[in-house]
């Protein structure tokens, strides 16, 4: 057993730290202010290979393994969390289920383009009514001739207006329940299919996050993904994998808060001394550090879990995802909260980035599957069948 | 076209300290990482590269550890990696490193040499043109701007001095020594960093290159340390007594003098 990055992905990490910090770093409070997607940087991480980190290369992707997709958003993340989420919702929740589920077609026609970042993707599960009861679809899918048809509505969907693909889960037989849920390939210039209302959110400012709609839009036979009735199972595993994104982008904003905070308290006196020299301090930050190092952990052996996976589809990695999700969000809010604090005043305004940093921590206790979601995976997998 | 391009592991650290004991750089502790001027030197090569189709070879002299910026060079771009390593070349100046990288140069085929300005653990800024001198090859330091024409197989190069730039052309082989600041380096892309360790990094001993062991190493270097100390800083400046405008006229008059307006 190694804890250690190997030499590749140790080489990764050091590139996308730099690339972080000098790329990433200097416009991350423009972005949370303006509400602005972070277009040139998307851009940028095209251009180096980023959108396809985990995509086999004869997909045209990168070759890389999901631990080195977990640092890329965890060191995005640290600097930037609305950027670690583009890549995160991009990669987990649009490439990889087409990967896992797609026809070798389907694979052809739409990796090489999305690893490439010359198109960006998209997830559309949630509905006004379907949220953590993802199985209450309203969104239908309706077989016409040589197409489907589909209405309905979807929101709050990450990269929602700048993804060129969505990944949609509709119902296409309401009888079977759950049974009856599908999941389509939806280009966004498909007739039918817009971008409604953008929202305004507490955090990740710059992450696009709008409303689906879907009106008599009609895609190809051919787009749909896996079988028919197969949703939301593939929902519910395309899931497993998002965790791990978004439990690394909790654990960017919580080491990227705590890192923040050693250099705050290092320069800010009080009372005659620097208050990192105060004992309360340095316990409060000992115990953050402690738990952000079992945060990792939790993360690195959920990807981890997730390459076996990919290798053995046999392996489930379900309740690993969920409890890296679950603990590095709930971390993630603990470490950028006390942070705040140890920043007093200056933390409670924007001329430091901790403030925007608790903003951004939030959201990964409520997305891709509420903390209390995880919560039910994971005493799931625990009591199995309850008698 | 085949361009070889020295680089250089270096402690990365603007703060060097130094052992008041034994008088060399206290590494430990401090991250290693690839000089930046070599580090320009390298992308000038790959944009080359880019454009007109060139083979990029890096070659370094160091430490067995040093491979690591070999890997990094691979990730960006570079096709082919040197390491020369060999206790025999160790403690080695500024004039037994290029001797020995000259030896390597003379073992491989190249039209053009990159090498960083100077690196920042001694800024010496003299093994590149001390290679060049052993080769018997031109020089051009200071490089700020690079451009070929392929059809008259011309290169013109801008020259950073003290005042401005010079614009110089040349045809044939050459040694350039190229700056950080004139050239943004690319990032190590992800494909190539997953490739970066599957490729083959050629480890070269003293006896790889045809060069007197006498002339390698401690034993080739009369560079002696004899005191490292940190120097203070001293401008002392000119003290001109005049009034307000002659004082405007003296300021443009050195301002012009400078050709900084």
């Known amino acids: 057993m190694d804890f250690n990055l190997n030499k590749t992905q140790e080489l990764f990490r050091q590139m996308i730290r730099e690339f972080a910090e000098k790329e990433v770093k200097p416009l991350a409070a423009e972005i949370d202010e303006q509400e602005r997607f972070p277009q040139e940087t998307v851009e940028k991480m095209a251009r180096l290979g980023i959108f396809g980190i985990p995509v086999p290369k004869?997909?045209?992707?990168?070759?890389?393994?999901?631990?080195?997709?977990?640092?890329?958003?965890?060191?995005?993340?640290?600097?930037?969390?609305?950027?670690?989420v583009v890549v995160s919702a991009h990669t987990s929740l649009c490439m990889s289920p087409i990967l896992q589920f797609g026809t070798e077609e389907q694979k052809m026609k739409y990796v090489p383009k999305l690893?490439?970042?010359?198109?960006?993707?998209?997830?559309?599960?949630?509905?006004?009514?379907?949220?953590?009861?993802?199985?209450?679809?309203?969104?239908?899918?309706?077989?016409?001739?040589?197409?489907?048809?589909?209405?309905?509505?979807?929101?709050?969907?990450?990269?929602?207006?700048?993804?060129?693909v969505y990944i949609v889960i509709a119902m296409t037989d309401k009888s079977l329940g759950t049974k009856g849920i599908s999941a389509f390939i939806v280009e966004a210039t498909t007739p039918g299919f817009a971008v409604g209302k953008k929202e305004l959110k507490m955090g990740i400012r710059g992450s696009a996050t709008a409303e689906l709609i879907f009106t008599n839009c009609r895609i190809p036979k051919e787009n749909l993904l896996g079988k028919v009735g197969e949703g939301f199972k593939i929902a519910m595993m395309t899931l497993d994998g998002g965790r791990i994104g978004i439990a690394s982008q909790a654990l960017g904003i919580a080491q990227g808060a705590l890192d923040e905070t050693v250099k705050y308290t290092k320069e800010r006196k009080q009372f005659g001394k620097a208050i990192a020299k105060f004992q309360n301090t340095q316990f409060q930050m000992a115990d953050l550090k402690t738990k952000i190092e079992a945060a990792r952990l939790l993360v690195r052996s959920a990807a981890f879990k997730e390459d076996e996976h990919v290798a053995n589809p046999r392996v489930n990695f379900s309740a690993d995802a969920a409890m890296a999700k679950l603990y590095?969000?709930?971390?993630?809010?603990?470490?950028?909260?006390?942070?705040?604090?140890?920043?007093?005043?200056?933390?409670?305004?924007?001329?430091?980035?901790?403030?925007?940093?608790?903003?951004?921590?939030k959201i990964t206790e409520i997305y891709e599957g509420t903390s209390e979601v995880q919560r039910m995976v994971i005493a799931g997998k625990l009591f199995g069948k309850i008698k | 076209m085949k361009i070889l391009v020295c680089i250089k592991q270096v402690p990365d650290t603007t703060e060097i300290k130094i052992d008041p004991v034994t008088k060399t750089l206290v590494r430990e502790g401090v991250p290693a990482i690839m000089n930046p001027d070599d580090k320009g030197g390298l992308e000038f090569a790959l944009?080359?590269?880019?454009?007109?189709?060139?083979?990029?070879?890096?070659?370094?002299?160091?430490?067995?550890?040093?491979?690591?910026?070999?890997?990094?060079?691979?990730?960006?771009?570079?096709?082919?990696?040197?390491?020369?390593?060999?206790?025999?070349?160790?403690?080695?100046?500024?004039l037994a490193t290029s001797k020995a990288l000259a030896g390597v140069a003379r073992k491989l085929e190249w039209d053009l040499i990159i090498a960083g300005r100077q690196a920042i653990d001694g800024d010496t800024a003299q093994v590149g043109p001390e290679?060049?001198?052993?080769?018997?090859?031109?020089?051009?330091?200071?490089?700020?701007?690079l451009e070929?024409?392929?059809?008259?197989?011309?290169?013109?190069?801008?020259?950073?001095?003290?005042?401005?730039?010079?614009?110089?052309?040349?045809?044939?082989?050459?040694?350039?020594?190229?700056?950080?600041?004139?050239?943004?380096?690319?990032?190590?892309?992800v494909g190539g960093i997953v490739d970066a360790y599957g490729k083959e990094v050629e480890v070269w001993g003293a006896d790889r290159i045809d060069v007197p062991e006498t002339e390698l190493g401690l034993k080739g270097s009369p560079t002696k340390v004899v005191k490292s100390f940190t120097k203070e800083l001293k401008a002392p400046g000119q003290i001109h007594e005049v009034d307000a405008e002659a004082a405007v006229e003296l300021i443009v008059a050195k301002l012009k003098e400078k050709h900084i307006i």
């Open chain 1, 58 to 84: 004869q997909y045209g992707g990168a070759g890389g393994d999901n631990i080195m997709y977990s640092i890329a958003v965890e060191e995005l993340s640290r600097c930037c969390a609305t950027t670690g």
């Open chain 2, 131 to 145: 290679i060049s001198e052993h080769l018997g090859i031109p020089q051009i330091s200071y490089v700020a701007g």
């Open chain 1, 328 to 361: 590095a969000a709930e971390v993630a809010m603990e470490v950028t909260t006390k942070c705040v604090q140890f920043h007093g005043g200056y933390g409670y305004t924007r001329e430091y980035p901790v403030e925007r940093m608790m903003r951004d921590a």
């Open chain 2, 148 to 189: 070929y024409d392929e059809a008259a197989k011309k290169f013109t190069v801008t020259k950073e001095t003290e005042d401005g730039y010079q614009v110089l052309e040349f045809q044939g082989k050459a040694l350039l020594t190229c700056l950080a600041s004139a050239v943004k380096p690319r990032y190590m892309s």
């Open chain 2, 47 to 94: 944009q080359l590269k880019d454009r007109f189709g060139a083979e990029v070879t890096v070659v370094t002299m160091g430490i067995p550890a040093a491979e690591i910026i070999l890997r990094e060079a691979f990730a960006m771009g570079a096709d082919r990696a040197i390491l020369l390593t060999d206790r025999k070349l160790g403690g080695a100046d500024t």
């Open chain 1, 115 to 164: 690893a490439s970042g010359e198109w960006i993707g998209a997830f559309g599960l949630t509905e006004p009514n379907a949220g953590t009861d993802a199985a209450g679809q309203q969104t239908t899918a309706v077989p016409v001739g040589d197409e489907w048809v589909i209405n309905g509505n979807k929101i709050f969907i990450t990269n929602a207006g700048h993804a060129d």
